[in-house]
């Protein structure tokens, strides 16, 4: 069974750090681009982050850019999120997806991500 699971999430003030991680299973992933969205109280889902599949090529929303970075590690099948400078409006739900594989361009288009885990909540207070 194919599956995407994230930890990490928390309470953590404004200006702290969380790292967020999808471990995924039941399949290899080193080729599949991966992505991070997240879903705030009352709004849609927006895109994060994203990594290729090939040549580990990134790409970020503006909002994050510069305090966000994704990265992923072959060997234990995981990707991560790296979150510094945290602000009251990153506070949502954050999901990890799998997209197309053997992708070399950045893809942040949720409909291109076909395997979604089941989220982990980020909460920054003020």
């Known amino acids: 069974q194919v599956q995407l699971v994230e930890s990490g999430g928390g309470l953590v003030q404004a200006g702290g750090s969380l790292r967020l991680s999808c471990a995924a299973s039941?399949?290899?992933?080193?080729?599949?681009?991966m992505g991070w969205f997240r879903q705030a109280p009352g709004k849609e889902r927006e895109f994060v982050a994203t990594?290729?599949?090939?040549?580990?090529?990134?790409l970020y929303a503006d909002s994050v850019k510069g305090r966000f970075t994704i990265s992923r590690d072959y060997a234990k099948n995981t990707v991560y999120l790296q979150m510094n400078s945290l602000k009251p409006e990153d506070t949502a739900v954050y999901y990890c997806?799998?997209?197309?594989?053997?992708?070399?361009?950045?893809?942040?288009?949720?409909?291109?991500?076909?395997?979604w885990g089941q989220g982990t909540q980020v909460t920054v207070s003020s």
């Open positions: 997806a799998a997209g197309p594989p053997y992708s070399i361009t950045p893809r942040r288009r949720e409909d291109e991500y076909e395997i």
């Open positions: 039941g399949r290899t992933f080193s080729n599949y681009a």
């Open positions: 990594i290729s599949g090939i040549g580990g090529n990134t």
